[in-house]
């Protein structure tokens, strides 16, 4: 609660019959040049100045903001509200019940743990896709997916009730960002303080780094780390450097061929190679208004995977329309509208804000496009997509391997289908011809059991419509809708070793496809409904069928999965599935329709139609006049209002599950869902003095973008694992094991699947791949887990050497607990992604980064080494030192010394730090208030 007015900011805006308490920006000298995202932040200072976290000066330093400088001004930032999915929700429950024993066993009453901001939850992370190209496949996945996650969501339904200002989306509803573009968000929020109704800008962060699809609202948010999460909810501003601005200026239309899914595709191509790493970046220019917010959503969503804090397009007539389509009352429109206006935060194109650095595009010069196959930077343009797989293939697909022409001297491509025969998989869909390999005579052509067809490197073994980024937009939706019905009519079918699957964001996009009559031919093409969630885009993608995985695993094929999604990542789709490409939900059943990477749309026939002429994927491509036609006749307000009017109450299932009672948890000791942390054990009033680090040996040696994927817990459990084994002593069936993220409740589970992806590659060993590491006690290969419980039991600190951009990726909580509980005391990389960086520091490991121009490799560093890290002390008598001493020692050789840049970036990390962590902090100044 703000208790200093230095600028006298504070006075009334009367909206109708109302009368809010606001905070007037043009109080501030310098306010009418910032960009509309620093006018946000400004205003949240004006809001929140307590003259000593935050000063009239960190006022002033925003007002007179140096768009050239680099940014060094520490301020502190209080976000409106905090949202959650449950996959990194959990773990916040978890915690913030830990913390109110935590709280009780130091003195202090436990409810003072309470969300002191809104928090609101989307069950959407959990439903898998164990059942695919079925009419009863949404019904059939849910009851498993309740069946698996039971206990958590008895947990969760204990926290909606045991903790003011929390609210859960139960699950089938829809996916997290959509729900908060199409719901959860106010764009200007209200709330009673001191007798007054204080009006202020939305803003929030989420513990999904695509938090940032908000941002196609005006709503200033981006993903942060759980734990960071956990501290807003409980009233701790999120400390930041007042950011470099870009300002992204669009102009032109987006031309007839090209999707919302292409221009984000460009985008993101566009800002990667520019570099907007811990960056604002902001819309503008005359182009906005022409961007549908179901776009501006698009690419705000895309954020992480250029780099940016987020991705903001100003408020205008376009986000009250979409304020008002999906159902917000008029009364919030008509604050909205003079709120933004009041504040100088509409969208005026003829007045240019101040930026750091400029970037443009013309939409008219995007074009139909992919990205892949493991990074969703890497854009291929659609028409070259066919010979970029052919270059990449051999990496994945061992040496030599090609996809060579077919027999007969054609190109490739695969013979059309014989659509009067159908097959088992997709509902009136073709079969391929008896023994037919995908791409011709290519180097691994292998029979499928049980089929009369042969598959090979390259195929499609994965069609999914899925993810908040596309699913999200009604003109990518509608335009896939349209091109299935095209397809059927033209006798097209999916090829029958696709696993084909439709899971939209909410239950108001299958409204709009059953008004629309655009499900049947879904249905036909095996695009049913498998349900409203994050499935393939986060690695739920489920099995594929035994034996298409065995003809993989028996040939070793590289075969290809294509997503409406915006990951990538290796090893994070499929564990069959090596190359993975993002692309528009029109082009992933178009590739279900090709069957094979190895396709050129605009060359290769998908079939011939009931007359014998080739069908090529123009003439089944619809018109974006008879998409916006069919979206202006079949969307309306009442859908919104009618899916979203009991939100909050759930189906059956959900309301009749047992709810636990009382202010703490009462803990099962026989769970393997939901456990106690360790965390807070032993802890004191005050924290002990930080030490110096001394004989440390390395975990794990790791290359340039190693991403939190690498580093998390994710996907499938294996029953050989570390992981698995814990579950199988605990007397779980392989069947029930579920995936790392349901059970991230557990931190036994999730400890042994750090650093245990699939595809890591620590260098401490010699071409080997997945979660091992050489135990320098023993000089054996192990399971990173089994080494580094050697390591704890003789209290050897451990540290991680990595390259470039260590943590890329999602905003993953136990990337940095599970290093934590690792016994990794330190992380030395080149450079890091600032949620990884950020959430290291908030698990108390120290982030450190080689000297500018060096590296492991140019330092002579094997990772054999010893460590010693001096001056880490320097920590306990105030802010963070700039360097520390470090001296890598092995036996034959000349020790290594260099001096690490400590990447502790603010005082208040430094005091984060200090205490061992960020909810070590929070909880000793909740006890000490």
Known sequence: MSTVNSFGARETLAVGDTEYEIYGIDSVEGHEKLPYSLKVLLENLLRT????????????????????????????????????????????????????????????????????????????HSVMIDVAGRLDALEKNMELEYERNKERYQFLRWGQTAFDDFKVVPPGTGIVHQVNIEYLARTVMTREVDGALRAYPDSCVGTDSHTTMVNGLGVLGWGVGGIEAEAAMLGQPVSMLIPRVVGFKLTGEIPAAATATDVVLTITE?????????????????????????????????SPEFGST????????????????????????????????????????????????????????????IAG????????????????????????????????????????????????????????????????????????????????????????????????????????????????????????????????????????VTGYYEKSGLTEYLDKLGFQLVGYGCTTCIG??????????????????????????????????????????????????????????????????????????????????????????TIAENISQEMFKDDYADVFTGDERWRSLDTPEGATFAWDGESTYVRKPPYFEGMGKAPEPVEDIAGARVLAKLGDSTTTDHISPAGAIKADSPAGRYLREHGVERKDFNSYGSRRGNHEVMIRGTFANIRIKNQLLDGVEGGYTKNFLTGEQEFIYDAAQAYAEQDIPLVVLAGKEYGTG????????????????????????????????????????????????????????????????????????????????????????????????????????????????????????
């Open 49 to 124: 100045e307590d003259g000593a976290n935050i000063t009239a000066d960190h006022v002033r330093a925003l007002g007179s903001w140096d768009p050239e400088a680099e940014p060094e001004t520490e301020i502190q930032f209080t976000p409106a509200r905090v949202i959650m999915q449950d996959f990194t929700g959990v773990p916040c429950v978890v915690d913030l019940a830990t913390m109110r024993e935590a709280v009780e066993d130091l003195g202090g009453d436990p409810e003072k743990i309470n969300p002191l901001a809104p928090a609101e939850m989307v069950i959407d």
């Open 373 to 508: 196959p493991k990074r969703p930077q890497d854009r291929i343009v659609l028409t070259q997509a066919k010979e970029s797989f052919r270059e990449v293939l051999p990496s994945y697909a061992g040496d030599g391997a090609t996809v060579s022409p077919n027999a007969d001297g054609g190109d490739g491509s695969f013979p059309a289908s014989d659509p009067s025969t159908p097959d088992s998989d997709n509902e009136g869909g073709g079969r391929a011809p008896k023994h037919q390999p995908v791409a011709g005579r290519a180097s691994n052509p292998t029979e499928v059991s049980g089929h009369d067809f042969a598959i090979d490197h390259g195929i499609v073994s994965i069609a999914s419509i899925t993810s908040c980024t596309n699913t999200s937009n009604p003109s990518v939706m509608m335009a896939a809708g349209i091109l299935a019905k095209n397809a059927v009519n033209k006798g097209l079918a999916s090829k029958p070793w696709v696993k084909t699957s439709l899971a939209p964001g909410s239950q108001v």
């Open 810 to 929: 999602s905003s993953r909580d136990w990337a940095a607990k599970g290093t934590k509980l690792l016994g990794v005391q330190a992380v030395i990389a080149e450079s890091y992604e600032r949620i990884h960086r950020s959430n290291l520091i908030g698990m108390g490991v120290l982030p450190l980064q080689f000297p500018e121009g060096e590296n492991a490799e140019s330092l002579g560093l094997t990772g054999e080494e010893a460590f010693d890290i001096s001056g880490i002390t320097a920590i306990n008598e105030g802010a963070s030192p700039k360097t520390v001493k470090v001296v890598a020692t092995r036996e034959g050789a000349d020790p290594i010394e260099f001096d690490a840049v400590v990447r502790i970036d603010t005082p208040g990390e430094a005091d984060y730090f200090r205490n061992g962590g960020i909810l070590q902090y929070v909880l000793r100044s909740l006890v000490a208030a």
């Open 310 to 369: 987020c991705a903001i397009f100003p408020v205008d007539d376009v986000t009250i329309d979409y304020l008002r389509l999906t159902g917000r009352s008029e009364e919030q429109l008509a604050l909205v509208e003079a709120y933004a206006k009041r504040q100088g935060m509409w969208h005026d194109p003829s007045t240019e804000a101040k930026y750091s650095e400029y970037l443009e595009l013309d939409l008219s010069t995007v074009v139909p496009s």
């Open 270 to 302: 566009m800002l990667r190679q520019h570099g907007v790493v811990g960056k604002f970046v902001e819309f503008y220019g005359e182009g906005v208004g022409q961007v549908p917010l179901a776009n501006r959503a698009t690419i705000g969503n895309m």
């Open 540 to 629: 739920n993608s489920g099995p594929l069928a035994p034996e298409i995985s065995d003809a993989i695993n028996e040939a070793d094929l590289a075969v290809t999965s294509v997503l409406s999604g915006n990951r990538n990542f290796e090893g994070r789709i499929n564990p069959d599935v090596k190359m993975n490409y993002l692309a528009s939900p029109p082009l992933v059943i178009a590739y279900a329709l090709a069957g094979t990477m190895d396709f050129d749309f605009e060359n290769d026939p998908l079939g011939q139609d009931a007359e014998g002429d080739d069908v090529f994927l123009r003439d089944i491509w619809p018109s974006p006049a008879e998409v916006e036609d």
